[in-house]
């Protein structure tokens, strides 16, 4: 099998967001790190055991040049944490929130609690990625031993925050812990942003998939650290 016809099986599109390093604009439905600036009308603000929980970012889906296919009907998601010390703390569902929009018409701004939160915010941009690749281990194709040695060379994955595309590995295969797991598919990830004091562990990364199939629990999460 030639390489071209390898890159194309395993090439997926996807958007990655650029941290910061431009001017931000003060328009509430742009994407943020740190920062969640709109919810539902006459919403107020989420918490979890009688505190208020940490901003992780705001994503607009909107007018993005790419959307995966699990996404496919949502507008914008807002994700919290109940823990502001992440480093030190294991992220599960019960102490992550994903909140998900069908439309922006729904939405208008909400004002950030007062205190100070130790994630530094950060306006987003988008990226497309025409071509992302598997890490080794989701790699489903018996490749040539002349590829193996220097495989991230030949299949580059994205890493950073990222929709759509490849999960970036750190422990191996994403194992949901969930009996139907083939119904899981990785929907978007949240990576450590060390300038806004975003550190999942020791530069770990957030996976989150979607259920294809079972939209009442549609999301899980996975979580790999150095």
Known sequence: MKIKEIRTKLSRKAISFQVG???????????????????????????????????????????????????????????????????????NLEDFLILTYKSIDTLQPIRMPEEKFSIKAFQLKENLIENDYPCYEDCNIDLPEKYLDEYEDYFPNANGIKIGGWPTLLQGEINWSQSNSDEIEFAFQIDSVAKAGLQFGDGGILHIGRNKNNRDKEWYINWQTL
């Open 21 to 91: 390093g431009f001017r931000p604009d003060d328009n509430p439905y742009s994407s943020w790190i740190g920062k969640v600036l709109v919810a539902e009308r006459d919403a107020s603000w989420p918490q979890h055991g009688g505190k208020n929980m940490v901003p992780v970012c705001q994503l607009n889906l909107t007018n993005l040049p790419y959307k995966p296919a699990i996404l496919s009907e949502i507008a914008f998601i807002t994700c919290f944490i109940a823990s502001d010390d992440l480093e030190n703390s294991e992220v």
